[in-house]
């Protein structure tokens, strides 16, 4: 599987956007980049997911860079409620290979 | 729509006796997908299913795991004998067929083997 590398953790002030960073250098054409955040003492939640455009749905926004090599998840303003692990995570969209492989994520701390 | 149903929520039990914690897929979702979750390794998968046949199970740790999935509404990952080091929170997700579509995770279980 093509890996993910994400910050450890990171701040960010409540109202205002946060930028979650993913970089996937060894992204190949069938994979779809998929984000996931799992609050605490709960299951992951999807988040949002793209090929190559930008997507963007009433959680998030995601930014995919024109090489494909790095995207950047975006809450426009962060609550306290986004507290969470955030995942970046890259699926082969080929038929029949259903597996997401969870890394470490990006724990984000909202300050009030 | 319900979401992803996992029973029970927690689960105590003592070393050495089978365990058995039960899923229920969304209705319509054709993939299931059995997940482990403890401190040390993070979100591992165990197996998981399309259109009810098992397809990857490399993720199951040893002979003690086995999953199945009856039908399309059900499905039941068993532990026996169990140890202290299976202890963990156990997630089952289902998902649509399609590109188009994410993975949702049910609340879990939290499995205590003591």
């Known amino acids: 599987d093509a890996k993910t590398t994400q910050p450890n953790s990171m701040e960010s002030n409540e109202e205002e956007p946060v930028h979650l960073p993913c970089n996937h250098s060894?992204?190949?054409?069938?994979?779809?980049i998929h984000w996931y955040r799992q609050l605490p003492s709960q299951g992951p939640e999807y988040v949002i997911h793209?090929?190559?455009s930008n997507v963007n749905n009433r959680m998030a926004s995601l930014a995919i860079a024109e090489d494909r090599k790095s995207s950047t998840l975006i809450l426009h303003r962060a609550t306290l409620r986004d507290a969470a692990v955030y995942y970046c995570?890259?699926?082969?969209?080929?038929?029949?290979?259903?597996?997401?492989?969870f890394g470490t994520g990006t724990r984000l701390t909202i300050i009030p | 729509d319900a979401g992803v149903i996992q029973s029970p929520r927690h689960e105590v039990t003592e070393m050495g006796q089978e365990v058995t914690l039960r899923c229920k897929p969304i209705?319509?979702?054709?993939?299931l997908f059995w997940y482990r979750q403890t401190m040390m390794r993070g979100l591992e998968l165990l197996i998981y299913?399309?259109?009810?046949?098992?397809?990857?199970d490399s993720g199951m740790p040893e002979d003690r795991f086995s999953a199945k999935m009856p039908n399309a509404s059900f499905s039941t990952l068993k532990i026996q004998p169990s140890e202290p080091r299976d202890s963990a929170v156990y997630f089952c997700?289902?998902?649509?067929?399609?590109?188009?579509?994410?993975?949702?995770f049910g609340s879990g279980t939290r499995l205590t083997v003591v």
């Open positions: 995570i890259l699926r082969d969209g080929d038929f029949g290979n259903e597996k997401l492989t």
């Open positions: 209705s319509g979702h054709n993939s």
């Open positions: 997700a289902s998902r649509r067929g399609g590109t188009g579509y994410g993975y949702t």
């Open positions: 299913f399309n259109n009810n046949v098992p397809i990857d």
């Open positions: 793209g090929l190559t």
């Open positions: 060894t992204i190949s054409g069938t994979d779809y």
